[in-house]
């Protein structure tokens, strides 16, 4: 990770920071950046303290999130880290947004692998009218089937659209600042930070939840982290999933890969300090970043999405039970099956079958 132009001199008791944000107190942005900048050393320590501030908003549960990519590719916007962006020569699949029964596949599948939230997203910039209207009537059917919430991932959305996703049921919609406001521009040249921020405000104003994070591993600065920590503070986001990049042969950043798994536990520290109360998720490339060190990613985390993602693979749902298991830990809030649906004895085959190989990157 590049290091930051920001020398900090500071105390790093952990402990007492977290007591002190327990009790109301908001950490600074130098203190968010000392996270960062801790050496392993004092690493356990920073995961204790951590622990600490999700056992009191979260207690030892574990909430699971199942991602449908109900469009790929075809995509008009320059997203560098994107496998799915018009500068992408990524081999992934290309098709116009899913059918209905498609995606009531998909919703089955997310409540037979014990999440509560379906997170359908398509890619483009933002939702054309048939887009639109596939979503409004697909909601409220899975969620009278399976009891699912609902995060809608549709792009750039305006104030109409997203009073359109809250009438038809939408629960939160999913809109990624991705970095800071200062590096965005590094990373996208086709639309502006500005343009992210004004639909959160715009899903704000329709009465819906936010669910917005970001990607590490960027080429960002440790200051770039911690600002990007701080807008979604600024937002009050509800729920915020933290990537890990996935570097993407075909993509501008398919070379950019540098993150240790300490990078990410850190990260995800920093974060957990910043916005105690959000629900935090370990989303694209935890397996592949964090590695053997998952566990300890849940002991700061309080969410992850089960199974694939985008366009790139999650780790076989079987390891996550047996992880949150392992922790002594429980999944919380999953929806439940109707007495006539059986689970899937061959939920990868039912997954292929939607030609679903599901990003990194949510939004």
Not at 181 to 205: A, G, P
Not at 324 to 342: R, W, Y
Request: proline share 4%.
């Amino acid at each position: 990770m590049p290091s930051s132009t920001y020398p900090v001199s500071i105390s790093t008791s952990w402990r007492e920071l977290a007591s002190k944000v327990l009790e109301g107190s908001a950490v600074t942005k130098a203190q968010a950046l000392a996270i960062l900048e801790s050496p392993d050393e004092e690493l356990l320590g920073l995961v204790d303290a951590a622990f600490e501030i999700r056992k009191r908003h979260f207690g030892k549960t574990v909430q699971l999130y199942f991602l449908m990519n109900a469009k790929s590719g075809l995509c008009p916007e320059d997203c560098h880290y994107c496998s799915q962006s018009k500068i992408s020569d990524a081999p992934i699949p290309k098709y116009n947004i899913l059918s209905r029964d498609k995606l009531l596949e998909g919703a089955k599948l997310a409540a037979e692998r014990q999440s509560k939230t379906y997170c359908i997203v398509i890619s483009g910039r933002a939702p054309n009218e048939r887009e639109m209207q596939a979503v409004e009537k697909i909601v409220p059917e899975i969620k009278q089937k399976y009891g699912l919430n609902i995060c809608a991932c549709l792009g750039l959305l305006n104030e109409s659209q997203a009073q359109r996703l809250a009438a038809a049921g939408v629960d939160k919609v999913n809109h990624n600042l991705n970095t800071s406001q200062e590096y965005y521009k590094e990373i996208c040249t086709t639309h502006t930070f500005e343009d992210r921020v004004e639909t959160l405000k715009n899903v704000r104003k329709a009465g819906l939840q936010l669910c917005s994070g970001g990607i590490i591993g960027m080429g960002e600065s440790r200051q770039d982290i911690v600002d990007m920590a701080f807008s979604l503070k600024e937002l009050s986001v509800e729920s915020i999933p933290l990537n890990f990049l996935h570097a993407i042969d075909g993509t501008p950043m398919q070379q950019q890969e540098y993150l240790s798994p300490r990078d990410c536990l850190r990260a995800l520290a920093m974060f957990r300090f910043v916005n105690p109360s959000s629900e935090l998720r370990i989303a694209g490339g935890r397996e592949r970043h964090l590695r053997s060190l998952q566990p300890m990613g849940l002991m700061i985390a309080n969410s992850i999405f089960v199974g694939d993602y985008l366009t790139t693979q999650g780790q076989a749902p079987t390891e996550d039970y047996r992880m949150i298991e392992d922790l002594g830990f429980e999944i919380t809030g999953q929806a439940t099956l109707p007495s006539d649906v059986k689970d899937c004895d061959h939920p990868s085959a039912c997954q292929a079958s939607m030609q679903n190989t599901q990003s990194s990157c949510c939004g």
